[in-house]
């Protein structure tokens, strides 16, 4: 036991006691390490709207077991981003909780045991942390105290990521509206026309040629045209 302090308290001291950020990248590796009977770890993201993702996992596996739950709609990964706080099955391919997933996920991946932890993430998003082993019931009573110690900066992590993500989303989308107006001031000087037709105009034009409006807008930046489809000769 006192080993597992000694292990856990230097993880926690890699985490904040470098000063670097704390990434989803970093927390799963080395909560993989901290685990006393984990093989592999994962993090579940859930977002209105979008569907299920691992944003980071210390290897393959994680993400092989994770697309299996997405695709089936069930798991406890699943289940514990919204649900209860803790999570464990000791033989996943016998569980009754996930009777399609278990069996397929025991045959496809070799996972028998499997611990989900709740992660507490702002707004509507949820997510969870996930540890992965190929033995039966390996998980002990040791292992979710140790688990619990990781779940704060796990959600920290998880919260950078999303700020970050958040962050890059409404940059493309500024600027892609920057790009589209400009489009909109070059057809509203050419075809003189308000500002309503010439953005009409852009999007007939994106539906007669199935192209995005970004894309017939930087057409129309580059050419000051509108593009047109080919006549043919």
Known sequence: MQAIVEQLHE??????????????????????????????????LLRPGHQPTTIAASDDLPHEVDELQ???AEGPC????TGPALLQSDDISHDER????????????GVRSMLSLRLPVSGGDFAGINYYS???????EVDVPVASV?????????????????????????????HISTAVGIVMATRRVSGEEAFAL????????????????????????????PTRG
């Open 202 to 229: 852009i999007r007939k034009a994106s539906m007669d040629l199935n192209r995005k409006v970004h894309d017939v807008a930087d057409v129309v930046n580059h050419t000051g045209e509108l593009p047109t489809r």
């Open 11 to 44: 993880v926690i001291m890699r985490l904040t006691g470098s000063g670097e950020p704390i990434t989803t990248e970093v927390v799963v590796e080395l909560a993989a390490f901290a685990m006393p009977h984990a093989h592999h770890c994962g993090l579940t």
């Open 134 to 140: 190929t033995e039966v019931a390996a998980f002990s």
């Open 78 to 81: 699943l289940d514990a981003a």
């Open 150 to 178: 990781i779940v704060p900066l796990a959600a920290l992590a998880v919260e950078a990521h999303l700020r970050q993500y958040d962050y890059q989303n409404l940059k493309n989308a500024l600027a892609s509206s920057r």
């Open 70 to 72: 997405y695709r089936l």
């Open 98 to 109: 996930w009777p399609r997933f278990g069996p397929r996920c025991t045959q496809g991946t």
